[in-house]
């Protein structure tokens, strides 16, 4: 089993920034991380994934160019910094881990993740 812990959230202007990181706990580090945020009153979204051993992220067109996720195996810490910060990226961000290497787009398919950390919340004001 994998424990997962955010942290990094915290309330900022728009155009700000904040990197939020993902600690992950257990006997390995899982081949495909990903971020998801829900905002008050809608769905859970996914925002971005990567591959842990190889690749760069892929990303929803809501934070491609803004967002960037990478990851420090050696410290098995998932990343994500957020640059141009709006007030619709206000949400409750989720970090996620699977045991099988991401498919394309595999932020878009949240079913596919099983382990999720408590989330932590960001706030970008206008």
């Known amino acids: 089993a994998v424990q997962l812990v955010e942290s990094g959230g915290g309330s900022v202007q728009a155009g700000g920034s904040l990197r939020l990181s993902c600690a992950a706990f257990?006997?390995?580090?899982?081949?495909?991380m990903g971020w998801f945020r829900q905002a008050p009153g809608k769905e859970r979204e996914g925002v971005a994934s990567?591959?842990?051993?190889?690749?760069?992220?892929d990303y929803a067109d809501s934070v491609k160019g803004r967002f960037t996720i990478s990851r420090d195996n050696a410290k098995s810490t998932l990343y994500l910094q957020m640059n141009g910060l709006k007030p619709e990226d206000t949400a409750i961000y989720y970090c996620?881990?699977?045991?099988?290497?991401?498919?394309?787009?595999?932020?878009?398919?949240?079913?596919?993740?099983?382990?999720w950390g408590q989330g932590t919340q960001v706030t970008v004001s206008s």
């Open positions: 990567i591959n842990t051993s190889w690749g760069d992220g």
């Open positions: 257990g006997s390995y580090f899982p081949p495909c």
């Open positions: 996620a881990a699977h045991n099988t290497y991401c498919s394309d787009r595999a932020w878009s398919g949240a079913a596919d993740f099983r382990y």
